[in-house]
């Protein structure tokens, strides 16, 4: 395995732990749960580099890491593959699943994704779903980001001609700068008919398994 590749697919395994427990990782916690064919001393030594070249962070609490948002971007950019949605979630998903009647989807988008789900039908009618969700993510206890993505998405309708312009009609990860809703959270969104359908969550979220959602509903409706 290359440099490259090695030190990506151990930031990899870290971000993946980390979508999974909202919790700082720490190297006892990968050698214990992935096989990197490596020593402990090894595996704290790699993440020492991560962290100085900036991929991971190590909170002040905590002795663990966390991925930074340029760790997100590589990872992003790096590891998220195609992925089969179960056949549970596809049927789920196709009751009632018609263009006429996505909010009816959305909610079951919401409810599978555990997440927030936003609807832009054009500039000035836009709806969404699964707002509480959100806020019982681990991320947003804080009743300041509660507040400021409260504002944001009373103002969604707002966002859209930018979300559409950024998404180009693919399927696409907004993170960061590209981010209207603010670098404290993350986005998956798509364009299905000059509809704009989106995942809000943390950054933590799993951005494969709510693209392959998307991509399905897409793929079933165009």
């Known amino acids: 395995m290359g440099k490259k590749s090695r030190k990506s ?31 402990p001393a090894t595996i704290r030594n790699k993440m020492v580099i991560l962290e100085e070249e900036g991929y991971i962070e190590s909170p002040h609490t905590s002795a663990g890491r966390i991925p930074t948002q340029q760790g997100w971007q590589l990872y992003i950019a790096e590891y998220l593959e195609s992925e089969d949605v179960s056949s ?7 009751k009632g699943l018609k263009l006429d009647n996505l909010k009816n989807t959305a909610k079951k988008l919401g409810n599978m994704s555990e997440l927030t789900v936003f609807i832009g039908f054009s500039e000035h009618d836009t709806y969404f779903t699964g707002l509480a969700n959100l806020f019982r993510q681990p991320e947003f206890q804080e009743i300041d980001l ?10 969604l309708e707002e966002m859209m001609p930018a979300i559409k312009k950024v998404l180009n009609s693919e399927t696409r990860v907004l993170i960061g700068d590209e981010n209207p809703f603010g670098a404290d959270s993350g986005v998956v969104a798509t364009e299905i008919n000059k509809v704009l359908v989106g ?7 799993d951005y494969q398994k709510n693209m392959a959602r998307l991509n399905f509903i897409k793929e079933s409706l165009t």
Request: proline fraction near 4%; include cysteine; charged fraction near 20%.
């Open 9 to 39: 697919a151990l930031l990899s395994a870290i971000i993946n732990e980390y979508i999974k427990t909202a919790k700082p990782v720490s190297s006892g916690i990968i050698v214990d749960n992935y096989d990197f064919d490596c020593s």
């Open 88 to 94: 549970e979630e596809k049927t789920e998903l196709q």
């Open 146 to 155: 509660v507040q400021s993505i409260s504002q944001v998405v009373d103002h």
């Open 199 to 205: 995942i809000l969550g943390p950054v933590r979220m």
